[in-house]
């Protein structure tokens, strides 16, 4: 069955740092890898997907992310991290052809970016 | 564009009455919906998922119920809540595209039981 880890139940950086937000997969071939935020009380809002091809995958708002096959990983990545960055962040996993599946969504990584 | 709509936004019941949560998407055809609960705004639950009209799948087995009445509507429901059905419910859509759709989330809906 496939999963998701997201190691870190928060992560704390200061605005204008870079930040990384850890996420670790395992499904039965290759994956199809998803980034989503929300904000409080609001839905998820979609960042960004690694389908196939380049490795380094880049999204909304700045946000990249990185797939590594070989570590099982696809982490949340941006340059210079804003105070509005602030927020829940969810890794989410999909089997290469698994139909109409849902996706498989970690428990959720809180980032906190302080000014 | 496509839009997806949930209401009502908020709610607060009584233990023991039932419930009906709506969620409706637009622009676009034969979507594949779903129904999350969040407990504590932390990890997502996915309750039941729908491929199709009349067609439902559930994940967990409790005393709520989904149904899909029309192609792009997709109802929650309950005869008598309990006080652990509190929680953000989340309704998402996607269209079809061998595995790599995209799900795309409602504004939720705040459910309190008291």
């Known amino acids: 069955a496939q999963s998701v880890a997201q190691p870190e139940d928060q992560v704390n950086v200061a605005e204008g740092n870079p930040l990384t937000v850890k996420c670790t997969y395992s499904v039965s071939g290759n994956p199809y890898l998803f980034w989503y935020v929300q904000y409080p009380n609001r839905g998820l809002q979609f960042l960004l997907k690694?389908?196939?091809?380049?490795?380094l995958v880049k999204g909304s708002y700045g946000f990249e992310a990185e797939f590594n096959k070989s570590q099982t990983s696809f982490h949340l990545k941006k340059p210079s991290a804003l105070v509005s960055d602030s927020a829940l962040y969810f890794c989410?996993?999909?089997?290469?052809?698994?139909?109409?599946?849902?996706?498989?969504f970690g428990k959720g990584t809180r980032l906190s970016v302080i000014a | 564009s496509q839009t997806i709509h949930q209401w009502p936004a908020t709610l607060v019941q009584p233990v023991g009455s039932p419930l009906s949560l709506e969620c409706t998407v637009e622009g676009t055809s034969n979507p594949n919906l779903y129904w999350y609960r969040q407990a504590a705004g932390r990890g997502l639950q996915l309750l039941f998922y729908?491929?199709?009209?009349?067609?439902i799948s559930s994940e967990v087995p409790q005393n709520l119920s989904a149904s899909r009445p029309q192609d792009r509507q997709f109802i929650l429901s309950s005869k008598k809540l309990l006080l652990s059905d509190s929680g953000f419910y989340l309704c998402a859509w996607s269209v079809s595209l061998a595995g790599t759709d995209t799900q795309y989330f409602g504004p939720g809906t705040r459910l309190t039981v008291l």
């Open positions: 989410a996993v999909r089997p290469l052809n698994s139909g109409n599946t849902p996706l498989v």
């Open positions: 690694y389908i196939t091809g380049d490795n």
């Open positions: 729908s491929v199709g009209i009349g067609q």
